[in-house]
């Protein structure tokens, strides 16, 4: 891996090169990097002997250089170097720009909590760093799936970034990002469910869909989401190489946790027989058990079997489970 994505991905910069990462070495004389904006490294302390003394390193350097040599075997590290410059190629530059997104956004508003607050995914900034953020993990991902995890607060947090209601995230972000009126955008966003957590569910399997704007918009045009009323057409999961597949039966939903990020469907105010509308619930798997993330009314972090019902069962809401949809990558896609 290259030096960048190795010393970050671990996140231990502290313990990497943290010099050659923040700007200067530890001596203070020697190379200068901007590593984050992808930028080229300028200056010399890598190389051999040979080209240690061509590129005029100081005797502080010099020591400093032996130590990187010996953390650059131990890690594995190829760093292609001349006189002048360490380059980085394009994929090491997106990941290291990644790396530095994901880590602001984790110091600015995840370890001090603010992300927690309520009123976080009320603010089209916050969503639009939050947005930033989980797409800088996705593409670290995509790059190596064992070097980063996205977690079920990734996708509690993603689903709060898509709530339904008046005015609410997902109707800001059609209004900010798609040219919406607030009228348009909140009707948008009351008959989102379905295509919304279609999205929500390719985008944490790692399917590249942009923004829900975006997402929209493009299928809208393609045929595969109908403007006037949110439905879903056929082919939309198969659109981005993955094929959809299918529990309807309610005690292997409960049993089983197959399907990480997952669409629960529910029959909402139905009878035995009839159903008065559907609704599509946003489910990921969390340990034994699953757990909702609604964009509608249902709240965070519930069990299935609090919040979706059997059909039949004897409860006021008359919500009652339909089938439970997960995704998989075809056969040869990547």
Known sequence: ????????????????????????????NGVKAIVSTGNLFSGGLFGTNETAADLGMTEADYKEWKVYQKEQAALGIDVQYSKEKIQIDESEQKGSSALHNIENFEEEYVKNGKIN????????????????????????????????????????????????SENGALSLQLQKEYGMSPAEANKAASTSCKSATSYWMLKLNGAEV??????????????????????????LIEKYGFESKTIDNYDEFTDSVIGKFGETRIRVNATATKDAFTHSVATYSDNDSRKIADIGKRGYGGTVLENVYAQGSKNGKKEYFKYFHYIEKKRGRK
Do not use: C, H
């Open 1 to 28: 891996l290259p030096i960048v994505l190795k010393m970050n991905l671990a996140y231990k910069r502290e313990n990497f090169f943290p010099g050659v990462y923040r700007g200067k070495s530890r001596s203070g």
């Open 117 to 164: 607050n309520e009123a976080f995914f009320k603010d089209f900034k916050n969503i639009e760093e939050f947005n930033k953020y989980l797409d800088a993990k996705l593409d670290i991902k995509r790059m190596d799936d064992s070097l980063i995890d996205i977690t079920n607060d990734d996708a509690t947090n993603l689903s709060k970034t898509l709530r339904q």
């Open 210 to 235: 942009g923004s829900y704007s975006e997402f929209l918009k493009e299928n809208i045009e393609d045929g595969k989401i109908k403007n006037e009323n949110g439905y879903v057409n056929a082919g």
